[in-house]
Structure formats: structure tokens, C-alpha cells
Nanobody, 122 residues
Framework: QVQLVESGGGLVQAGGSLRLSCAAS????????MGWYRQAPGKQRELVAV???????NYKDSVKGRFTISRVNAKNTMYLQMNSLKPEDTGVYYC????????????????WGRGTQVTVSS
């Protein structure tokens, strides 16, 4: 069984910062791409940032220059440093990872965390 757990969300004023963490655990053989998604009330879930196992990153245009995604492969952990937060960054932030699970052959499957709430007040 594999689990992704997010932490670090909370309430912050506009202009403030938060750091989200995502820890993967379980029978993990390897983790490929990892990413952060968010879902605002009444809106569809959207991609915020992704990072490959080799450290290549990509960001949603509206967060470029403010958010930084990183990971520590040895710890199966990913982070999202969010600076200069805006009210429109409010939402539930989800961690996702494409992984190869031990004992299930070479197939890659996508796994999701349960999310952490980020609220930015104006």
C-alpha cells in the first residue's frame, strides 16, 4: 500500500509565505514525476507545479517567480515553497506522484494525497 500525505497548509495574509510538504510512504520501488495541484471552491483542479525525478520543473504561469517546487528523492518527499501569496492562491492543495510500486511489475500508476487547505486573506 502506498500513501501520500500533505502538510503545511493554513491561513496566511496576502503577501505571506507557506511551505507545503508531501511525504510518500509504503511499498515504493521508484517515484517518477511528482506534482502539486490545487482546487479552488467551485473550480476544477489545476496543475500548479511539477518536478521530474531528475529535478526538471514546470510551473503554472500565474505562480512563476513566486512558488518553488523541490524534492528529496532519498526521503520520497516533495515541497512547495509559496511566497508572495495572493487571495487567488486559495484552495485545497493536492500532492500527486507517478510511481512504480514494489511487487506490481513495471507499471507506473498515479497516486494522490488527501489535500491540505491553503487560505490567503486579503
Amino acid at each position: 500500500q502506498v500513501q501520500l500525505v500533505e502538510s503545511g497548509g493554513g491561513l496566511v495574509q496576502a503577501g505571506g509565505s507557506l511551505r507545503l510538504s508531501c511525504a510518500a510512504s509504503g511499498s515504493i520501488f521508484s517515484i517518477k514525476t511528482m506534482g502539486w495541484y490545487r482546487q479552488a471552491p467551485g473550480k476544477q483542479r489545476e496543475l500548479v507545479a511539477v518536478i521530474t525525478s531528475g529535478g526538471i520543473t514546470n510551473y503554472k504561469d500565474s505562480v512563476k517567480g513566486r512558488f518553488t517546487i523541490s524534492r528529496v528523492n532519498a526521503k520520497n518527499t516533495m515541497y512547495l515553497q509559496m511566497n508572495s501569496l495572493k487571495p487567488e492562491d486559495t484552495g485545497v492543495y493536492y500532492c500527486a506522484a507517478r510511481m512504480v510500486v514494489t511487487g506490481r511489475g513495471p507499471d507506473q500508476d498515479d497516486y494522490w494525497g488527501r489535500g491540505t487547505q491553503v487560505t490567503v486573506s486579503s
